[in-house]
């Protein structure tokens, strides 16, 4: 499926951000501005831990010659939290993989390019920003002209390793001083809203997700934590209290036994959950272990409960692949009822969870229900030029959206591929996955014995 994608990719869109695998040609989203190689950064790891040798020449080669920040146009705008999670989350792991210098160079311009984005009042940075010229601005739908908190919030990891690998502690201070604002607020029933205003500090509406808008926020609390060797113990205190918080006012469970995770607008659930949230069965199981209060297997069973109804998404479809979002009112549960909440664009989480659980587990229907994903999207991603997302997961057949999205090579082909795997590829005691799925090392803390060395 690697080799499929990438091919057509090589093919018909080289040096593009992304394919388009039925018109045959190269295609950009906006949130890269005028960035090139999306696909070739994000799916750099994933052909080196898949030992596709000369396709990782050819893709290292494109990046030392191509991959120039400073050719960026006047007038484009990137997006820092995309452009940081596959961009800079893909050089870090291809230069942690490959030990190439060339990934960890271009890993730290970018980074510098990225910092006149954290320019405002609180130091909470824009969701956009002009390379060119330093300047940057919110989204214009986002509260009033607030940051996103699965934006701004899915910045640490990846600047921790800046700092480690360039020796400038600026990119540590930006992200531990997001910290440092998220501490001092007062959070409505200790949850986090999805929208802050960086010029005030205050709040914007106060919408709360696990899905969209909310979810890497979570997942790099918890990740933060486990990358630090378990010594970032804020860290740890933040994730599992927003969990406990999580729990008691978003999770339910439906009339017939689905355990769903809903979103919170003001104070009333939306009884909805999308398929971004199903990374949470992941996230819960991945922090099971160090839960507070011998709350170590009621993560795990909350975990497999998630995960058991973002299956069910799948399961209730004709393609069965999931849906966007399902809904858990008027008489469904599990399902779609919004057309414009029927698409499918090649989304990793569900698959990503199952791969979690199968590492923790080793119950074998995490592999059967990923089998079950490669056989449709086998029979309904694949065409001619690539693989695509679809329209309408209920239809009878598929209407594809003709984009492969860079994501399907960086995460989705990779924790398939991990999923079928023995544990000791890139095994949890030594790697931390950042939200794009590029794997960083965990920072060991000094023993006294290496301590003493370096002295
Ligand atoms: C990816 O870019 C990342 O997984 C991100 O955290 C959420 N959206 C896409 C995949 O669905």
Redesign the pocket.
């Known amino acids: 499926m690697m080799q499929f994608a990438w091919e057509n990719y090589k093919r018909y869109a080289w040096g593009a951000n992304e394919l388009r695998p039925i018109s045959q040609q190269g295609h950009s989203s906006n949130l890269f501005g005028s960035l090139k190689g999306a696909t070739i950064v994000d799916a750099l790891d994933t052909l080196y831990i898949m030992e596709m040798d000369d396709e990782f020449e050819a893709a290292a080669e494109w990046v030392e010659n191509n991959l120039d920040f400073n050719m960026v146009r006047k007038n484009t705008e990137i997006s820092v939290?995309?452009v940081n999670?596959?961009f800079v989350g893909g050089l870090l792991s291809a230069y942690y993989l490959s030990g190439k210098e060339v990934f960890r160079q271009k890993a730290v311009e970018l980074g510098e390019k990225l910092l006149p984005a954290f320019k405002t009042p609180t130091g909470i940075p824009w969701a956009l920003l002009n390379m060119k010229s330093g300047i940057g601005r919110n989204w214009p739908w986002a509260s009033g002209g607030s940051s996103i908190l699965?934006e701004y919030g899915?910045l640490h990891l990846e600047f921790m390793h800046l700092s480690k690998l360039s020796g400038n502690p600026i990119f540590a201070e930006k992200v531990m001083n997001i910290r440092k604002v998220l501490k001092r607020l007062e959070k409505p029933s200790g949850l986090y809203p999805n929208y802050l205003n960086p010029n005030s500090g205050h709040w914007g509406q106060h919408h709360v997700s696990v899905g969209?808008l909310g979810?890497?926020f979570y997942?790099y609390l918890l990740k933060a934590w486990i990358m630090s060797d378990k010594t970032d113990e804020d860290g740890k205190a933040l994730y599992y209290e927003a969990l406990q918080a999580i729990e008691k006012n978003l999770i339910r469970k439906s009339g017939g036994g689905l355990t769903y995770i809903a979103e919170w607008k003001g104070g009333l659930l939306e009884h909805k959950m999308g398929?971004?949230t199903c990374?949470a069965g992941g996230m819960i199981a991945l922090g099971a272990d160090g839960a507070p209060d011998q709350q170590t297997g009621h993560h795990m069973e909350l975990a497999a409960e998630i995960t058991r109804t973002c299956h069910e998404s799948y399961a209730r479809t004709n393609l069965k692949l999931g849906p966007e979002a399902f809904r858990f009112d008027g008489g469904v549960e599990a399902i779609a009822t919004r057309q414009n909440e029927k698409y499918f664009?090649?989304?990793?989480?569900v698959i990503?969870t199952y791969m979690y659980m199968w590492r923790f587990t080793h119950d074998p229907k995490y592999r059967q229900w990923g089998w079950e994903a490669v056989q449709a999207l086998e029979q309904h991603c694949r065409v001619e030029g690539g693989y695509s997302g679809v329209r309408d997961v209920y239809a009878s057949s598929p209407n594809h959206d003709d984009v492969q999205?860079?994501?399907y090579l960086?995460?989705?082909l990779k924790y398939l591929y991990l999923l079928f795997s023995e544990d000791d590829l890139l095994p949890f005691e030594h790697w931390v996955f950042n939200?794009?799925?590029h794997p960083l090392p965990i920072i060991k803390k000094e023993t006294s014995h290496q301590a003493n060395e370096v002295e």
């Open positions: 939290f995309e999670i596959r699965a899915t969209g979810d890497s997942e398929h971004l990374f664009i090649l989304r990793p989480e990503e999205q860079s994501f960086a995460e989705t939200t794009e799925a």
